[in-house]
């Protein structure tokens, strides 16, 4: 089901961590000690793991949660995701890391680490919510779209599906909405063309599936076009979207060619991107 954007991106954020905060109000117990590799993680770190999980440490909360699920005991790992969920999110969300790559660390919820799917209805909905509002934020708040790329391929490996977020991304409205989906359009129409569309981490993830539903945002992107003439990401969009159509190969001139161009070409290249030119 698709969610218009009728609410402040933000104010969806507080309510969606409202609701894990109750979903998850009480931490789990562990029946035993916290066991993980010994090598990586000393045994001090793995009895704070498995304590208060308000005292545990960003430091050691963010390495728990990179840490490869095999390190971790398997019938404990789900059980220790769903009681650091919570602050988990909050580090995903605007107020966490500057330049971080979430979609390292979400992929720990997927079928081969905490198994998010399988967790009680109530706590799934609540953090699957929790997600919609992260990606409504990253939609409409003028992210790149490489860093939209970062958090949906996050998203869809620890849900094991990538057509929900796209249809929650479809169903965005607004103008910092329609903006957003003008940006994801023409970076991964660029990227499609270049044959650089790929997922870092999500190795069972199809890029293909985004490819087939680019041209379902044409109607869209035309109207934003129409109404913004001089917007060169719809304008690209829809070149990129024609291009590939017909299969007949990019319109851009690919980075890596620069070199065999002229040095003044190459330079005001590089001078518009914003790189230091030597």
């Given at each position: 089901?698709?969610?218009?954007?009728?609410?402040?991106?933000?104010?969806?954020?507080?309510?969606?961590?409202?609701?894990?905060?109750?979903?998850?109000a009480?931490?789990?117990?562990?029946?035993?000690?916290v066991?993980?590799?010994?090598?990586?993680t000393?045994?001090?770190?793995?009895?704070l793991?498995?304590?208060?999980?308000?005292?545990?440490s960003?430091?050691?909360?963010?390495?728990?949660?990179?840490?490869?699920?095999?390190?971790?005991?398997?019938?404990?790992?789900?059980?220790l995701?769903?009681?650091f969920?919570?602050?988990?999110?909050?580090?995903?969300?605007?107020d966490?890391?500057?330049?971080?790559?979430?979609?390292?660390?979400?992929?720990?919820?997927?079928?081969?680490?905490?198994?998010?799917?399988?967790?009680?209805?109530?706590?799934?909905?609540?953090?699957e919510?929790?997600?919609?509002?992260?990606?409504?934020?990253?939609v409409?708040?003028?992210?790149?779209?490489?860093?939209?790329?970062?958090?949906?391929?996050?998203?869809?490996h620890a849900?094991?599906?990538?057509d929900?977020?796209?249809?929650?991304?479809?169903?965005?409205?607004?103008?910092?909405?329609?903006?957003?989906?003008?940006?994801?359009?023409?970076?991964?129409?660029?990227e499609?063309?270049?044959?650089?569309?790929?997922?870092?981490w999500?190795?069972?993830?199809?890029?293909?599936?985004?490819?087939?539903?680019?041209?379902?945002?044409?109607p869209?992107?035309?109207?934003?076009?129409?109404?913004?003439?001089?917007?060169?990401?719809?304008?690209?969009?829809?070149?990129?979207?024609?291009?590939?159509?017909?299969g007949?190969?990019?319109?851009?001139?690919?980075?890596?060619?620069?070199?065999?161009?002229?040095?003044?070409?190459?330079?005001?290249?590089?001078?518009?991107?914003?790189?230091?030119?030597?």
């Amino acid at each position: 089901m698709t969610e218009d954007l009728v609410l402040d991106p933000y104010a969806m954020w507080r309510d969606a961590l409202a609701e894990v905060d109750a979903a998850f109000a009480k931490p789990l117990a562990l029946d035993r000690p916290v066991w993980g590799c010994t090598h990586c993680t000393p045994e001090s770190e793995l009895r704070l793991l498995g304590g208060d999980p308000s005292q545990v440490s960003d430091d050691l909360l963010g390495h728990f949660m990179r840490e490869v699920a095999s390190h971790w005991a398997e019938d404990q790992y789900p059980v220790l995701w769903r009681r650091f969920i919570p602050r988990a999110l909050r580090l995903w969300g605007p107020d966490g890391g500057d330049g971080v790559d979430p979609s390292y660390e979400m992929a720990r919820l997927g079928a081969g680490g905490a198994r998010l799917a399988n967790w009680p209805v109530a706590e799934r909905l609540a953090v699957e919510r929790a997600f919609r509002a992260l990606l409504t934020l990253a939609v409409t708040s003028g992210r790149p779209h490489e860093k939209c790329t970062e958090l949906i391929e996050g998203i869809a490996h620890a849900t094991g599906s990538l057509d929900p977020w796209l249809d929650h991304i479809s169903g965005l409205a607004g103008p910092e909405a329609d903006a957003g989906v003008v940006r994801l359009a023409a970076g991964w129409a660029v990227e499609l063309l270049w044959e650089e569309m790929e997922f870092t981490w999500w190795y069972d993830g199809d890029p293909q599936v985004i490819a087939r539903w680019l041209p379902t945002l044409r109607p869209r992107i035309e109207d934003f076009a129409a109404r913004h003439p001089r917007c060169k990401n719809a304008s690209d969009a829809l070149i990129g979207f024609d291009v590939l159509e017909a299969g007949t190969g990019s319109r851009w001139l690919y980075p890596y060619y620069l070199g065999a161009v002229d040095v003044p070409l190459a330079r005001n290249a590089a001078q518009a991107s914003g790189a230091t030119v030597k």
